[in-house]
């Protein structure tokens, strides 16, 4: 009976053991992203890269929310790396004053370093919030700027996204600045604003500069001519703790910086948005096309 019992450890010993090397995981570190196509993009234009350039295996975590709920995730070590936006940092997270694209990137760094996180350099895009309406109906009206918009707004019912309603660096101050007052304001989805504006429920959405709709519809883009929208020039952000793990993705997102401009960005989200191109074929044409990844 006792050898029996021994035989039996021994058994589960040997299979607890085998089964701690079947199940041993690869390296691997997690990839987070917004709800939108382009955060999304971006995720995985960074996780091929650094899959291909290194053996370390990604995680993609998508759709997990607007901006304040990635950025929490990521304080919290939910997720290793994600794509976000120096205007969004400054202003939204951390409530401090943006100045040029310079000066912002700056404050950038420095304020997440502070919380265990390293800013990269930006992509080489700035994706501001600004406001977009029929072409023909901004012709008529000789609108062309904000300010030229402000003398019309009452007349003009606005979709936007949720969180551009909230934010502080969103919609009260941006009507408070320009004196803008609406007919009436409706929070939708990103997607959900174009075909809004496209069946006439809507005259005006707060669209994204690199928004790849806007190559489907016929809408005129606005100036900021005061400058209200701080710079949002889109950049990887890296845990500290990651880094000293994997060291060698520093090089790997390096090799993304001032690589993407506005319009490859727009194209590569009218791609996913009006194509229906895969967010995976789209990023990985972007790095063969860009000379950063073989075939």
């Known amino acids: 009976m006792k050898n029996k019992f021994i035989v039996l450890m021994l058994v589960g010993l040997i299979a607890s053991m085998l089964s701690g090397c079947i199940f041993i ?9 917004r709800n939108n196509t382009e955060s999304i993009i971006l995720s995985h234009v960074m996780g091929q890269l650094i899959e291909n350039k290194t053996d370390i295996e990604v995680v993609y975590k998508e759709n997990l929310g607007g901006s304040n709920v990635v950025w929490n995730a990521m304080l919290n070590g939910l997720i290793d790396v994600v794509p976000d936006y120096t ?20 404050t950038t760094k420095r304020l997440v370093n502070e919380d265990g996180i390293i800013a990269f350099d930006t992509f080489g895009f700035n994706n ?27 007349d003009f019912i606005l ?3 949720f969180e551009f309603i909230d934010r502080p660096d969103g919609l009260p101050g941006f009507q408070e ?44 883009v606005l100036e900021d001519d005061k400058s209200y929208f701080p ?4 950049l990887p952000l890296v845990r500290k703790e990651t880094l000293v793990e994997y060291p060698e993705i520093e090089e790997v997102l390096e090799q993304l910086a001032d690589m993407i401009d506005e319009e490859a ?12 191109m895969m967010v995976e074929k789209v990023a990985q044409q972007f790095l063969i096309e860009s000379g950063l990844m073989e075939e």
């Open 25 to 33: 995981e690869k390296d691997s570190l997690t990839l987070g992203s």
């Open 159 to 161: 979709g936007a996204v």
């Open 265 to 276: 960005m727009q194209k590569m989200n009218a791609k996913v948005d009006n194509e229906g």
């Open 231 to 234: 710079p949002y020039h889109a």
């Open 128 to 154: 501001t919030y600004t406001l977009a309406l029929d072409e023909s109906r901004a012709e008529e009206l000789g609108v062309k700027t904000f300010s030229d918009f402000a003398n019309v707004s009452e």
């Open 177 to 220: 600045e320009y004196g803008l007052k609406f007919k009436d304001v409706k929070g939708m989805d990103h997607g959900i604003m174009y075909r809004s504006i496209g069946a006439h429920e809507v005259d005006v959405i707060n669209s994204y500069t690199t928004d790849g709709q806007l190559q489907d519809y016929d809408l005129r």
């Open 87 to 106: 205007g969004t940092i400054v202003v939204n997270y951390y409530h401090e004053d943006p100045g040029t694209a310079e000066e912002t990137l700056a």
